[in-house]
């Protein structure tokens, strides 16, 4: 009895998060969009709206412990709903803005939530699983499109009930990439949310003063945990749809915004832009991404926009932050990465020994902002769970001074004459080429050596590097069995990529290997 007590006293919940930022930042600007004439709500007011959401949600029959599923672009009520959803202690099965109807209504059949909100741009795909969606009592549309009961017609005397949330209430469901087959959904708690954001604002040194380029979707760990991060230190979340780069552009200048993630794909073209010169960008002091993918890219970035690069580590399962690194404006990004607080990392082989410095291994980790297991997916939650630890599925090798480098996935290694090659260490070394913008590597067959290497190189803008001089430049980098034999060049719109524009590199590998592309 004393026990259950004090864990209930111990406990936090994102709920409590929120309603601590309404009261203490309350006449400060909580969100806002990249449209000048869209919303902008105080601290106060996103309180007030997501509370009177809660009752009219409350009122149609929504109860603690439900389900909701939200299928929507980044926006305002976005964040309203989980401003709400967390009150109620519900939980949101937030869905892939991008997903086929096919898609939505897999993961829509395994949640079994009891509303599903949508805007109109998933409208046409809401309708198109209705039918086989029977556990949803109540469709809502943000938009008041026709065919859905009307977001803004919920009843409007309703109450939040007593029984506040819990810190182990899931707070909301990310659904993993998905590249070995269906999407993976991942249990956030309302505990492990809060601490995310903790951690966030602590290794980002975040204040009032902060705000953030809300682009990145929030169904995504790097959108969500942003989000929460800026609620807790009393920022501005300013909601953009898409990372439409002028949008983002006139967003800094209008809202002084001082930091985002620039994802491949969207760093290019910021860096690019032509009238970037046109804004005022000056007030952002650093941005995130992923350096070891494009570092001549970063260096170039930092170098033009003077800001700080935070090169990310981390996954929907620990949270986007479990290790990172700076770079200094100009600097050739390092690519060592510490770990941060809060969180036990180990780099370990196959029987959960530690590795010594130096020698490659998969990355465990536990800690209080963990996942707490895959939706209805008991098998999976064991495996990935194996030894009490959580496994990444990410070969990192540690060095002495406790820093981490990122080695690649293990299940992307290619096997190549009896040599392990990782795909990530051959992408560094092509990446590294002044006339290379982007790069893929992957493994094709080979009747030889099993295996051999491809990489999909993109050019530099006025790039006019050769297949040959990619090679020649590895051949001065990397050992012979890690040199690619063939070299493919594409425009960057041809990369396949995820919402967050990681290279979906299992979709480039089904192209395979031409004879004409072998160097």
């Not at 719109?493 to 592309?517: F, I, N």
């Amino acid at each position: 009895m004393t026990a259950g007590l004090v864990a209930a006293a111990s406990g936090i919940t994102l709920d409590a998060l929120y309603r601590r930022s309404f009261r203490v930042f309350a006449d400060r600007v909580a969100v806002t969009t990249g449209d000048p004439d869209g919303p902008v709500w105080t601290y106060r007011e996103l309180g007030e709206r997501a509370e009177r959401l809660a009752a009219g949600l409350s009122a149609s029959g929504v109860r603690h412990g439900d389900r909701v599923a939200v299928l929507s672009e980044t926006r305002a009520e976005f964040v309203k709903i989980y401003v709400a959803l967390a009150r109620l202690g519900v939980t949101a099965i937030t869905l892939n803005i991008r997903w086929h109807a096919e898609e939505i209504a897999h993961a829509v059949g395994v949640a079994k939530p009891v509303a599903f909100v949508t805007t109109a741009l998933g409208a046409d795909r809401a309708t198109a699983v209705r039918d086989r969606c029977p556990s949803v009592r109540h469709w809502y549309c943000v938009d008041g499109t026709e065919g859905f009961e009307a977001y803004s017609a919920l009843p409007t005397d309703g109450d939040v009930p007593d029984d506040a949330p819990q810190p182990s209430d899931v707070h909301n469901v990310l659904y993993t990439s998905g590249t070995t087959g269906r999407a993976k959904g991942a249990m956030i708690t309302q505990e492990a949310a809060a601490i995310r954001a903790l951690r966030l604002a602590q290794w980002y040194t975040l204040t009032p003063d902060d705000g953030f380029v809300g682009w990145l979707p929030l169904f995504h760990t790097g959108g969500d945990e942003s989000l929460n991060a800026t609620l807790l230190t009393g920022g501005t979340f300013c909601a953009l749809a898409t990372a439409h780069t002028e949008t983002m552009f006139a967003a800094i200048q209008r809202n002084r915004l001082t930091w985002t993630l620039l994802l491949p794909g969207v760093i290019t073209d910021v860096l690019h832009h032509d009238r970037r010169a046109d804004y005022d960008l000056s007030t952002l002091r650093f941005v995130i991404g992923y350096a070891n993918m494009m570092p001549t890219v970063v260096k170039e970035l930092t170098a033009a926009l003077d800001v700080d690069f935070n090169d990310a580590f981390g996954q929907t399962e620990t949270s986007y932050v479990l290790a990172h690194g700076w770079s200094r404006p100009g600097e050739d990004p390092h690519l060592r990465k510490m770990p941060t607080p809060l969180m036990e990392v180990r780099i370990v082989d196959a029987q959960l020994r530690e590795t010594p410095v130096g020698v490659p291994g998969e990355c465990v980790v536990r800690g209080p902002s963990m996942m707490a297991g895959y939706l209805d997916d008991p098998e999976a939650t064991a495996e990935v769970f194996t030894g009490g630890w959580l496994h990444t599925g990410d070969v990192l090798v540690r060095h002495d001074d406790g820093s981490l480098s990122y080695v690649d996935r293990a299940k992307y290694l290619i096997k190549t004459g009896g040599e392990n090659v990782y795909p990530a260490e051959v992408e560094q070394a092509v990446a590294a080429h002044p006339g290379v913008q982007e790069v893929c590597a992957y493994g094709v067959p080979d009747p030889r050596w099993g295996e051999t290497v491809k990489v999909v190189v993109v050019r530099a803008p006025g790039g006019t590097v050769s297949g040959e001089e990619v090679v020649a430049w590895c051949r001065e980098r990397l050992a012979a069995f890690k040199r690619p034999h063939f070299v493919e060049f594409v425009d960057a719109s041809e990369l396949p990529r995820s919402t967050t524009g990681k290279l979906q590199r299992h979709l480039l590998a089904e192209r395979g290997a031409d004879e004409k592309e072998r160097v």
